[in-house]
């Protein structure tokens, strides 16, 4: 079965600095592979999603995720972060054409000023 | 563009009872998700209805019941309400072809007493 996993629960970061959120993803093929962005109280905004091509796909808001085969990951990036970017972070997993997503439990990102 | 609206935004219900959650899909999808999201966690995914039939399941019990209108807006029906379904229920809609782009609404916010 397919399974998300983000190893960091809570991520701080100041403001202006680097950002990088892990996600591997457990599957045999090559999957759909998302990042969503969850505000408080709020529904999911899809940043970025990866089907096939280059391995480095550009979003949202400046953020951009890479997606590695050999070690089933797709990690976020943001060079710079703002304080509205604190959020909850989730990756998600899709199957195939017209599949579920699956997801991970998510990173919460904390940006200090 | 219309985006993915949810009503009502929050709800309480008490156990035992019956609850129906509406969404309206973004305009030009013909497929709608709905997930589930407890607390803590990233959503799990309940259910797809394609053009008005159930299109994939996920582990969830026959009590939790949807279904899709013509004009591809959703109902998500849960029977015998338990104090484990309190969770944000998160609809998302999507076309078939676009890569499996899941666009998420604002989500309905159920407690159980």
């Known amino acids: 079965a397919q399974s998300v996993t983000q190893p960091d629960i809570h991520i701080t970061v100041s403001e202006g600095a680097s950002l990088e959120l892990r996600c591997n993803y457990s599957y045999g093929a090559t999957p759909y592979l998302f990042w969503y962005v969850q505000s408080p109280g709020q529904g999911l905004q899809l940043l970025l999603k990866?089907?096939?091509?280059?391995?480095l796909v550009q979003g949202i808001k400046g953020f951009e995720a890479e997606f590695k085969r050999s070690q089933s990951s797709f990690n976020l990036r943001k060079p710079s972060v703002h304080w509205s970017d604190a959020a909850e972070y989730f990756c998600a997993v899709a199957k195939e054409y017209g599949n579920k997503l699956v997801f991970g439990a998510g990173t919460i990102l904390r940006v200090k000023s | 563009e219309t985006g993915v609206t949810q009503s009502p935004t929050h709800l309480i219900k008490t156990r035992g009872q019956q609850v129906t959650l509406r969404c309206s899909s973004q305009s030009g999808h013909n497929t709608v998700s709905w997930y589930q999201q407890a607390l803590g966690q990233g959503p799990q995914f309940i259910f797809q209805?394609?053009?008005?039939?159930?299109?994939g399941r996920g582990n969830f019990p026959p009590r939790f019941s949807g279904l899709q209108f013509p004009n591809y807006s959703s109902e998500l029906n849960v029977n015998a309400l338990e104090l484990d379904d309190s969770a944000l229920y998160l609809c998302?809609?999507?076309?078939?072809?676009?890569?499996?782009?899941?666009?998420f609404g604002p989500g309905t916010r159920l407690l159980v007493l």
């Open positions: 209805y394609y053009r008005e039939e159930e299109n």
């Open positions: 998302a809609s999507s076309l078939r072809g676009d890569q499996e782009t899941q666009y």
């Open positions: 990866y089907f096939s091509g280059d391995t």
